[in-house]
């Protein structure tokens, strides 16, 4: 049976400064998988709306996002780096599947109803419909496999229900073009066009919390700076924040299952085994016993010395926003070809004139 060519897509909101929580849980995990795949990661600007309709600079943002991009390693000439919005192949078939997804489906994503709280009626359509634009985002390139965290393994489902229901509705139309390919969903063999995308969760990439609250996510939207380490962040701000950073009175366990009930505790061995590419366990058996009077300092060497050359490169390339957006277009004139080319087949597979 056939298989379609595997390819990964993932993207990062231009929505405040990127943290330590996005690096080690999202970026990292981009720099590693392009060794072996080919790859496109992408700053998803319209999704931004979604957050907040006004930016005070917009492009900015878009352009400090790329620049996390490059610094950290993501080469852009070997895979694609681009803007959202340099794609209108997104939105269209974005439109096509909100048409194909059902109410019900959207009204279960757990994500909307944390966002929009109690006042539902006040949310925007837009944050209602950003699920069925992300599932065009990765499937206008029929990306096999998307980097995510385990908060958007659900829009990762509906995803693959959006390409299932058009792989199923249009079955007949689809078989008769060649242009879809014999596929298994669980024992059943499916003509489909659009892949069962999977969900890159598993990894070293800890849940990262804020340096505050060891109960909370590290989060852009935190009115506390000092919860979180930006990747802005120079070496005297890395040093402020993790002295600070919340931690309770006894010294630090030996084995892993001391950490339970210790949440700050277990989040900065988590920083420090993530930081080093070792385990919890290898952290504590160097560490257990010992005071964060003395851990902190040495979490502090060894954050500064992982994320100070990527501060760096990312402020000398924010001196030069030219080169970023030169990227940005290199990048989008070979996305909008690759979307262009399944829009193409999407209209034929519909019945649309051309």
């Known amino acids: 049976m056939t298989e379609f060519k595997p390819l990964v897509f993932s993207g990062v909101q231009p ?52 620049a996390a ?42 994500q909307f109803k944390d ?26 390139y029929r990306a096999t496999h998307v980097p995510v965290g385990e908060d958007q393994k659900q829009h990762l489902e509906l995803a693959r229900d959006i390409a299932m229901k058009f792989n199923m509705d249009f079955a007949e139309k689809i078989r008769p073009t060649g242009l879809g390919i014999d596929i298994k969903v669980g024992d ?28 909370k996510k590290m989060s852009k939207s935190d009115p506390s700076d000092l919860s979180r380490i930006n990747l802005m962040d120079d070496q005297d701000a890395i040093s402020k924040k993790i002295r600070k950073a919340k931690t309770d009175p006894d010294a630090l366990p030996s084995e892993t299952d001391g950490l339970k009930g210790r949440p700050e505790a277990d989040n900065l061995v988590g920083i ?37 050359p990527i501060n760096a490169e990312m402020r000398r390339l924010m001196e030069d926003p030219g080169h970023i957006d030169a990227v940005l277009r290199d990048g989008g004139e070979r996305a909008r070809a690759r979307a262009e080319k399944t829009m193409n ?10």
């Open 188 to 215: 059943e063999p499916v003509h489909a066009y659009f892949p069962m995308v999977e969900p890159l969760i598993d990894g070293p990439a800890p849940r990262v919390m804020s340096l505050k609250d060891g109960t």
């Open 272 to 308: 420090f085994a993530a930081l080093a590419d070792k385990s919890k366990a290898e952290v504590l058996s160097e560490f257990g016993g010992q005071q964060f009077s003395v851990f902190k300092p040495a979490l502090i060497d060894l954050a500064v010395e992982v994320l100070a």
């Open 115 to 140: 966002k929009a709280g109690k006042d539902r009626e006040q949310a925007s359509l837009g944050l209602y419909a950003y699920p069925s634009l992300m599932a065009a985002d990765i499937l206008v």
């Open 345 to 354: 087949e999407v209209r034929d597979i519909i019945g649309f004139v051309r």
């Open 15 to 66: 929505t405040g400064n990127l943290h330590l929580g996005n690096y080690l849980g999202a970026i990292r995990k981009f720099v590693a998988l392009q060794e072996n795949n080919d790859c496109i990661y992408c700053v998803v600007d319209l999704h931004a709306l979604t957050a907040q309709l006004v930016h005070e600079d917009m492009a900015t943002q878009i352009r400090s996002i790329t």
């Open 69 to 110: 991009f490059l610094a950290a390693g993501i080469d852009p000439k070997k895979h694609i780096v681009f803007n959202q919005s340099q794609v209108p192949q997104h939105s269209e078939l974005a439109w096509i599947f909100n048409c194909v997804a059902r109410i019900g489906w959207m009204n279960r994503m757990t």
